[in-house]
Every structure is written in C-alpha cells, then in structure tokens.
C-alpha cells in the first residue's frame, strides 16, 4: 500500500477526520460550493499526497500531529456529483502536467 493509501486507510474511522469533516459542512451550510446542492461531503483543498509529503508522514502518529490538517479554513463542503467530478480533474491535471 502506497503511503498516500495508508493515510486514507487511517483517516478512514478517526475521530479528528469525522469532527474536521461535521464542521467543515456545518461553516457551509452542507451546501455544494461548486453547484449549491446539497453538500454532504468535506474535501481537503490541499491533497492528503502532498500532505504525507510536505510533513514526511510515515505514521499515523505523525498524521495526528499536523495540526493544519484538522483547520476547518483547508476544506470545502462539495456533492458526491462534484466531489467525484473534481477528484477526476486534479488526477488528470496530475497525469498530463507530470
């Protein structure tokens, strides 16, 4: 598992990632900030990828100390549409701009 997956892996049932995430929506009304529907999921504006790298994360306890992470500032409330949508785009700008 790539260190990218591990993150997601660990950040999938912990506590910080489900408080950040409740306030991130709650600050946006859970409303959409792309399409103004129904926003039901929170997204990091700066990929966890760069995160484990900027910060050199090798392990959860390293993960729970980046405090930046957990700032409600670096999220935005999206739609599974959207979200889904603008995962797809940042892969693709990755994969044509490598």
Request: charged share 30%; glycine share 4%.
């Amino acid at each position: 598992m790539t260190s990218a997956g591990l993150v997601q892996f660990w950040l999938k049932n912990d506590f910080n990632k489900r408080n950040w995430s409740h306030r991130v929506k709650q600050r946006d009304n859970f409303t959409c900030q792309i399409c103004n529907g129904f926003g039901n999921e929170a997204h990091h504006k700066i990929p966890l990828r760069d995160i484990i790298e900027m910060f050199d994360v090798r392990t959860k306890k390293d993960l729970q100390k980046i405090k930046l992470l957990w700032l409600s500032i670096w999220g935005i409330t999206l739609c599974n549409k959207c979200h889904i949508e603008l995962e797809r785009e940042i892969k693709y700008s990755e994969t044509t701009n490598a």
